[in-house]
Antibody, heavy 118, light 113 residues
Framework: EVQLVQSGAEVKKPGESLKISCKGS????????IGWVRQMPGKGLEWMGI????????RYSPSFQGQVTISADKSISTAYLQWSSLKASDTAMYYC???????????WGKGTTVTVSS | DIVMTQTPLSLSVTPGQPASISCKSS???????????LYWYLQKPGQSPQLLIYEVSSRFSGVPDRFSGSGSGTDFTLKISRVEAEDVGVYYC??????????FGGGTKVEIK
């Protein structure tokens, strides 16, 4: 069974750094993209970017370029989304999903809730 | 960026009745390779989104055949032939023609009367 298991909920203060993870199993992790999607409280879906773990090719939505870093460690079939300095506006649910080269996503993780509050 | 506009914002449907959601894009989603990169997702309450339809009209694995997608260019439609209680949630269209400028529609909430 194809699965993406995301790390647990996080509560952080503004200015802190954070790295959340997404571990794939049940398929060839290096042969598919992994995408990240943000959902702010009570809002819709926002596509953030994708990474191809096979060669670490990474594409960011212009809205998120420079705001987050997407990375992957293919040796442990895990993708990451990280922030160097969190803001309150980063409070959201973040989903990872197996993705394809036109941004579509077929298998989704359960999401990681990130709360940033002083 | 391509703007995806969904209508209506919400829909209340009697079980067994049809439902239709419109999605309009600000630019054509027809790629030079002949494919149209328009997708539909459903996010059920408290769950992650799930892929329903890819490339306008192809149902993803396991999606019931009461769901169908149609359209071309800039105008697209998702239809549910007979709504069931399990179909409640928020439906999103998404375009992927200009990676990484991928955008979602604002969502259409479907509830049961």
């Amino acid at each position: 069974e194809v699965q993406l298991v995301q790390s647990g909920a996080e509560v952080k203060k503004p200015g802190e750094s954070l790295k959340i993870s997404c571990k794939g199993s049940g398929y060839s992790f290096t042969s598919y993209w992994i995408g990240w999607v943000r959902q702010m409280p009570g809002k819709g879906l926002e596509w953030m970017g994708i990474i191809y773990p096979g060669d670490s090719d990474t594409r960011y939505s212009p809205s998120f370029q420079g705001q987050v870093t997407i990375s992957a460690d293919k040796s442990i079939s895990t993708a990451y989304l990280q922030w160097s300095s969190l803001k309150a506006s980063d409070t959201a649910m973040y989903y990872c999903a197996r993705a394809y080269s036109y941004g579509d996503m077929d298998v989704w993780g359960k999401g990681t809730t990130v709360t940033v509050s002083s | 960026d391509i703007v995806m506009t969904q209508t209506p914002l919400s829909l209340s449907v009697t079980p067994g009745q049809p439902a239709s959601i419109s999605c309009k894009s600000s630019q054509s989603l027809l790629h030079s390779d002949g494919k149209t990169y328009l997708y539909w997702y459903l996010q059920k309450p408290g769950q992650s989104p799930q892929l329903l339809i890819y490339e306008v009209s192809s149902r993803f694995s396991g999606v019931p055949d009461r769901f169908s997608g149609s359209g071309s260019g800039t105008d697209f439609t998702l239809k549910i032939s007979r709504v069931e209680a399990e179909d409640v949630g928020v439906y999103y269209c998404m375009q992927g023609i200009h990676l990484p400028r991928v955008t979602f529609g604002g969502g259409t909430k479907v509830e049961i009367k």
